[in-house]
């Protein structure tokens, strides 16, 4: 099991029960990673859609229809690249000279990652310090929409989920980049 | 005895706040905020704590109140803006989320997510005092400029329930787009739009008729939308991909997309008609759009979250 999924696991079981319920809010994640390689080498690495499939250590295969154009979709697979549960995503904004694209999620199994009308958005820049900023930053809602959400289908597992997603990519697109001198 | 109505517009025409360049009251969703926002002089002049989860907000045409839905705290604050403070917290259903304000000042209109109903509270004994049922998780809500009519979408319904004000009548249920959310009344209440958040549209709609005249394709998400009257434009807010559609109302196409700043979801035209307000859930930011250059002229920053849904600048 890739180290993603069991972190995702160990999140689900520490989740305490809480007694409140939640409306109808939406989450924010954003992290980022500061990487010792100019924007333009950083970006070389991020800059394809279907580029996750070598910085995501949970994706072992991406399958994409559309190159880096408004619409393009992308199909993960995630730990085997034949029979491993899918996410579908859309590209909605590319802009090569910003450095950033931002995509969405337009279909996931909730048992896989427990989020619902997620977009993201990674994007590249200086640091002022001769090196590269990279931050991957997103918002979505919790599956369960009602006002008693189940366990596993609520704010504290789909921020969990994302934050060890995000955690594990920039962690890898980090060796990647520095790795290799 | 002073009608309780008559005190507070008397003490608000004695405050300098009545009189002064308009304030945008930007409920923060992260924070459980409130920024205001001084828009003469472009900065955020204070930070209110309201309740849990902050989403909704109708600021009263003389800014003499403010009120702001706390859907996660189940309540609605009420704040004076004359001292910037809430002066009371008032329980309403299950998940209150939008607000809006009769233009007499009285009552205020809450509709629930999870009830499927509206609220209707006496903003003088600041109680609830009938509730209406409507379709599935109600979501905008304006009133026309005489406070004749109040509008609601269904999000889950996928229309516009139409109700008179006397009696909280329904008069009449419009199919919309997919997802109907933000619903704004133009200026001479002859149009209403819709933002249909699952199929990228906005759908106009005549008062009179109650028909829909118009479909308008617009990007990801849209949320909200406002009119700017004398350039006859509509300028709706796109969520997932930080843009806002500009709609030529003449014509009923796009004639611009503008970048804004993350995931932009209340927008209201600034009185005297010059600016655009956007707020930036993401951006933690209020950008304003020059109505003649269509472009950002500035940006104001706020809190975590900024959502402002609902009419939130006023004196107006």
């Given at each position: ?14 989740t305490p029960a809480l007694a409140l319920a939640h409306g109808p809010s939406r989450l924010k994640v ?51 690249p034949n029979t491993g549960p899918t996410i579908d995503e859309k590209l909605l904004k590319y802009d ?86 | ?316």
């Amino acid at each position: 099991m890739s180290k993603i999924l069991k972190s995702l696991a160990v999140v689900l079981l520490l989740t305490p029960a809480l007694a409140l319920a939640h409306g109808p809010s939406r989450l924010k994640v954003e992290k980022s990673v500061e990487v010792n390689v100019p924007p333009a080498k950083a970006w070389a690495l991020l800059k394809d859609f279907c580029a996750i499939e070598k910085w995501h250590p949970a994706v072992a295969k991406c399958t994409g229809n559309g190159g880096n154009e408004i619409g393009a979709t992308r199909q993960l697979r995630l730990n085997d690249p034949n029979t491993g549960p899918t996410i579908d995503e859309k590209l909605l904004k590319y802009d090569d000279a910003k450095m950033s694209y931002k995509y969405m999620i337009t279909k996931v199994d909730p048992a896989v990652v427990p989020v619902s009308n997620y977009a993201s958005e990674i994007h590249v820049e200086d640091d002022g310090k001769g090196g590269s900023k990279i931050t991957w930053k997103g918002g979505f809602y919790r599956v369960d929409q009602t006002n008693n959400p189940k366990k596993g289908q609520d704010d504290e597992a789909a921020t969990g989920a994302i934050n060890g997603i995000y955690d594990g990519g920039l962690a890898k697109i980090k060796t990647l980049l520095e790795g290799g001198k | 005895m002073i009608h309780p109505k008559a005190a507070v517009l008397t003490a608000c025409l004695l405050s300098s706040h009545c009189l002064a360049a308009p304030f945008a009251y930007v409920t923060n969703q992260g924070d459980n905020t409130v920024s205001v926002v001084d828009l003469a002089r472009n900065k955020s002049i204070a930070t209110i704590t309201v309740g849990e989860k902050p989403a909704g907000v109708a600021v009263a045409a003389d800014n003499s109140r403010a009120y702001v839905t706390n859907p996660v705290g189940r309540s609605v604050s009420v704040i004076d803006p004359a001292i910037q403070k809430v002066i009371a917290t008032i329980p309403v259903g299950s998940g209150p989320l939008g607000i809006a304000l009769h233009p007499s000042g009285n009552p205020l209109l809450v509709a629930d997510w999870y009830d499927d109903k509206i609220f209707v509270i006496d903003t003088a004994r600041l109680a609830v005092i009938k509730t209406f049922p409507t379709g599935k998780s109600p979501s905008g809500i304006a009133f026309d400029s005489k406070g004749t009519r109040v509008y609601v979408t269904n999000r889950d319904d996928n229309n516009l329930a139409v109700f008179d004000t006397k009696n909280y009548k329904q008069l009449a249920l419009i199919a919309t787009g997919k997802a109907p959310f933000g619903v704004t009344v133009s200026p001479d209440d002859k149009t209403l739009y819709t933002a249909n958040v699952q199929n990228n549209s906005v759908s106009i709609i005549d008062a009179a008729t109650l028909k829909v005249t118009a479909t308008v394709g617009v990007q990801e998400f849209p949320y909200a939308s406002a009119v700017d009257p004398a350039h006859q434009r509509l300028f709706v807010t796109n969520q997932h991909v930080d843009t806002v559609s500009v709609i030529d109302l003449k014509t009923n196409h796009v004639i611009k997309t503008l970048d804004v700043s993350g995931y932009p979801e209340g927008i209201m035209l600034e009185p005297g008609g010059k600016r655009i307000a956007v707020a930036n859930w993401f951006g933690d930011q209020l950008d304003m759009i020059d109505t003649e250059t269509l472009e950002i002229a500035r940006s104001i920053k706020t809190g975590n979250g900024s959502r402002a849904f609902g009419l939130f600048i006023a004196p107006r």
